[in-house]
């Protein structure tokens, strides 16, 4: 219940958080996509020659950072979320540093593969964070803040890799400056999160029984054991998902690691134009995200049903960005492609309402492993897609191809994303779940 008008006003240490992680998720998009923005030098460095070869070292990256997602899963179920965070920012700034030493595609290889395995803990570990921070009608706006540095990362990370570049006239400068950075943000996220509300020095008691009231029905978290996840596997609401968030990955990723190359190689744009146009498609891609935040969680909050709440945005999302890919393959002025696929990006992250579907479907115990699952399979795919691209683009001479490519994965995002119940519960066991509004429900079979 939100407090009276005679209580402690709360404090807002739970939005500081997630600004927080904003904050961060944006420097590890900034090192993410670095090589997407950088990637035109570094093909002139290493005297790449092979579309093929592109394609895999965009691909490294997803390989190792799919495969630590489970791992990671369990993790931030067994371990503190806080821990993880700050440990994995470290960690791959390092390895962000490294890349600017390599001298060949072997050496750079190994350290997009580290720094993979190093981001991995942070959307698992995000998402347990939301649980115990946020109440249901606030984890729309939580779930844009945790996967906003993703669009908010890639607009940032073109600003500021093509100025270091252009300044430097260096990629390896870049790369250097980047990591080092990410270092000293991961000292300073350790001072301030904190895994419950309740060790935060700076939560008052009126938000702490705001929270604690909006998140009580969910239980405490289990220990995981293996034998008690594999059985969400099997469930309808798991697997769709699995499908969507890959679909939907399947889109975003291919745009973020191709788009820099395809406007160089299709419309001769120079490093500034390409750095431009890429910064504002995904600054605005952040921009729609945020909105599609506040919308879930104010229609949830008067009133709306969480399957026409999520699937009408669900729905949105995905039709405009699959209508928009596909016609960026019929118009062949360079203003109208950066136009269709700036819009083609405005709802697309609607789709990070995923990361709090297992809370919201009384799966919280359980959101760390579930979430590693997802992140796991959808990553698996964003590691094969630049691959496929670079496959097509070799095979073909042009982009055409690709860009059909994401318009049947926004399909698959729709059909997987419109499959979601919202009106039945994960199951835990033979717990009762709970509805995204913290009633208990009766636990129905899948």
């Avoid at 009231?213 to 998902?241: C, D, H, M």
């Avoid at 134009?273 to 890429?278: D, L, N």
Wanted: aromatic share 12%; with cysteine; charged share 10%.
């Amino acid at each position: 219940m939100p407090p009276s008008e005679h209580s402690q006003k709360p404090t807002s240490i739970r939005w500081e958080i997630f600004i927080l992680m904003l904050i961060l998720g944006t420097i590890n998009y900034v090192d993410r996509a670095s090589l997407a923005i950088a990637m035109p030098h570094i093909v002139a460095d290493f005297h790449i020659e092979d579309a093929r070869v592109i394609g895999w070292l965009n691909s490294m990256f997803f390989w190792a950072y799919a495969l630590m997602q489970i791992p990671c899963g369990l993790l931030a179920d067994l371990l503190t979320p806080r821990t993880l965070i700050v440990t994995a920012t470290i960690i791959w700034g390092a390895f962000q540093g490294l890349g600017a030493l390599c001298g060949g595609t072997t050496s750079f290889a190994f350290t997009r593969l580290g720094l993979g395995v190093a981001e991995a803990p942070v959307m698992p570990a995000g998402a347990k964070l939301m649980g115990n921070w946020l109440t249901p009608n606030e984890r729309g706006r939580g779930s844009m803040l945790l996967d906003g540095g993703a669009p908010m990362g890639t607009a940032v990370g073109a600003v500021i890799i093509t100025s270091l570049i252009a300044v430097f006239d260096s990629w390896r400068s870049a790369f250097l400056i980047a990591g080092v950075g990410t270092m000293v943000v991961g000292l300073v996220a350790y001072f301030f999160i904190r895994t419950r509300p309740s060790e935060h020095p700076r939560v008052n008691t009126a938000e702490l029984n705001w929270i604690e009231s909006g998140t009580k029905s969910q239980g405490k978290a289990e220990k995981f054991r293996l034998r008690e996840a594999l059985p969400y596997l099997r469930q309808r609401n798991v697997l769709a998902l699995v499908c969507g968030w890959s679909c939907y990955s399947w889109v975003f990723y291919g745009l973020m690691t191709w788009t820099p190359l395809y406007l160089k190689d299709t419309y001769g744009f120079d490093l500034k134009s390409m750095g431009t146009a890429v910064a504002i498609m995904f600054f605005l891609c952040f921009v729609g995200q945020q909105i599609g935040g506040i919308i879930a969680d104010k229609w949830r909050k008067a009133g709306g049903k969480p399957n026409t709440v999520f699937h009408t945005l669900f729905a949105i999302s995905a039709v405009t960005s699959g209508v928009c890919l596909w016609a960026v393959t019929q118009v062949s002025n360079h203003m109208a492609v950066v136009a269709l696929l700036t819009l083609a990006l405005f709802p697309l992250r609607w789709a990070s309402v995923y990361w709090s579907v297992p809370g919201l479907l009384g799966a919280q115990s359980k959101a760390g492993t579930i979430c590693g699952t997802m992140n796991f399979c959808s990553n698996l795919t964003s590691a094969i897609v630049p691959i496929v691209v670079g496959m097509i683009i070799q095979a073909t001479g042009s982009y055409y191809g690709a860009m059909m490519f994401f318009t049947v994965a926004a399909i698959g995002y729709l059909v997987s994303s419109l499959a979601i119940d919202f009106n039945r519960s994960m199951e835990i066991g033979s717990t009762p779940a709970t509805q995204p509004d913290g009633n208990a429900m009766e636990t129905k079979a899948s």
